[in-house]
């Protein structure tokens, strides 16, 4: 049943207000919050300090540490030099014994050295220079044989060069059966590729079967630019991308001259046309040094 006006608004006056305080509760709290603490702090401090461990006495060996020891130097002493020794005698020479030849030894006599052959492997003409015996040999068995049956087979000759044109798509493949062209036409009216235009200059090539996209696209590249051939694309800039900060400076013109003329290779940085510009100088001055005269 819905509440009557009086209900109502006994209701609508007790909702701002708070329930009253009750102090024994609190001061039952208070206590129990200060206990837990303490609890809390003297775990905390019986778990933090250091163990109480009894004293140990380390004792210490000197063959096993390391010392130092600090030794003043003494004064150079004087070495007194080495007497000088004296060299060994020379050896006494071994005496030659020339004993004269036996009646019935065997002698030997060395021939007399000419003058240096000269080894020549061609003759005046170029050709080779062959011993007699190989000259005169008939050279009939190393004739290679004539070549025997169909002789076109080392004839690489085709006659009709053949080009493909923008007609070759209409043709069917060579050697294609009635059943494979069935299911190539059925294929090309079936499966076709769409291009399709993505945001920020994206442009796929998709497949579609019966008009249905499928996850099968690809980016393709690019077309060729018309200035694909152009040889300039290919040469250096004349003037270098970055500049290099510390770069010295380039000598000038009347240094880039007098290196020309004293012969000198010419300094990075001076102009290509030097020697036309050291021409057009000198003339200037013989101008100037005719027309400075009475």
Same mark, same amino acid.
């Given at each position: 049943?819905?509440?009557?006006?009086?209900?109502?608004?006994?209701?609508?006056?007790?909702?701002?207000?708070?329930?009253?305080?009750?102090?024994?509760?609190?001061?039952?709290?208070?206590?129990?919050?200060?206990?837990?603490?303490?609890?809390?702090?003297?775990?905390?401090?019986?778990?933090?300090?250091?163990?109480?461990?009894?004293?140990?006495?380390?004792?210490?060996?000197?063959?096993?540490?390391?010392?130092?020891?600090?030794?003043?130097?003494?004064?150079?002493?004087?070495?007194? @030099?080495?007497?000088?020794?004296? +060299?060994? =005698? /020379?050896? #006494?020479?071994?005496?030659?014994?020339?004993?004269?030849? *036996?009646? %019935?030894?065997?002698?030997?006599?060395?021939?007399?050295?000419?003058?240096?052959?000269?080894?020549?492997?061609?003759?005046?003409?170029?050709?080779?220079?062959?011993?007699?015996?190989?000259?005169?040999?008939?050279?009939?068995?190393?004739?290679?044989?004539?070549?025997?049956?169909?002789?076109?087979?080392?004839?690489?000759?085709?006659?009709?060069?053949?080009?493909?044109?923008?007609?070759?798509?209409?043709?069917?493949?060579?050697?294609?059966?009635?059943?494979?062209?069935?299911?190539?036409?059925?294929?090309?009216?079936?499966?076709?590729?769409?291009?399709?235009?993505?945001?920020?200059?994206?442009?796929?090539?998709?497949?579609?079967?019966?008009?249905?996209?499928? @996850?099968?696209?690809?980016?393709? +590249?690019? =077309? /060729?630019? #018309?200035?694909?051939?152009?040889?300039?694309?290919?040469? *250096?800039? %004349?003037?270098?991308?970055?500049?290099?900060?510390?770069?010295?400076?380039?000598?000038?013109?009347?240094?880039?001259?007098?290196?020309?003329?004293?012969?000198?290779?010419?300094?990075?940085?001076?102009?290509?046309?030097?020697?036309?510009?050291?021409?057009?100088?000198?003339?200037?001055?013989?101008?100037?040094?005719?027309?400075?005269?009475?």
């Amino acid at each position: 049943m819905p509440l009557d006006a009086a209900t109502r608004a006994m209701l609508w006056q007790l909702r701002g207000r708070k329930s009253p305080s009750d102090r024994r509760q609190w001061w039952l709290v208070l206590p129990a919050v200060v206990l837990l603490h303490g609890l809390f702090m003297l775990l905390v401090w019986h778990e933090m300090r250091p163990p109480a461990a009894a004293p140990t006495v380390v004792h210490l060996r000197l063959d096993q540490s390391l010392q130092l020891r600090f030794v003043a130097s003494a004064p150079a002493a004087t070495v007194r @030099p080495a007497p000088a020794m004296r +060299p060994p =005698p /020379p050896p #006494a020479p071994a005496r030659r014994i020339h004993a004269p030849p *036996a009646a %019935a030894a065997m002698t030997l006599r060395l021939p007399t050295p000419g003058p240096p052959r000269t080894l020549r492997l061609y003759d005046r003409d170029g050709q080779p220079l062959l011993p007699a015996q190989a000259a005169s040999a008939s050279t009939a068995g190393l004739a290679s044989p004539a070549l025997s049956g169909d002789t076109r087979i080392m004839r690489h000759t085709d006659p009709v060069r053949y080009r493909a044109t923008r007609f070759e798509r209409y043709f069917p493949p060579p050697g294609e059966t009635l059943g494979g062209a069935a299911v190539r036409h059925v294929v090309e009216a079936v499966v076709k590729s769409t291009a399709v235009d993505l945001p920020r200059g994206i442009h796929l090539k998709c497949t579609t079967v019966l008009g249905i996209p499928i @996850p099968n696209c690809i980016d393709p +590249p690019a =077309p /060729p630019s #018309a200035k694909e051939g152009d040889e300039r694309l290919s040469m *250096a800039p %004349a003037r270098p991308l970055a500049i290099d900060p510390h770069a010295p400076a380039p000598p000038g013109v009347a240094a880039c001259i007098a290196m020309y003329r004293a012969g000198r290779s010419l300094a990075q940085g001076c102009p290509v046309d030097t020697p036309g510009r050291s021409v057009d100088a000198e003339l200037r001055m013989r101008r100037a040094g005719a027309a400075g005269r009475p």
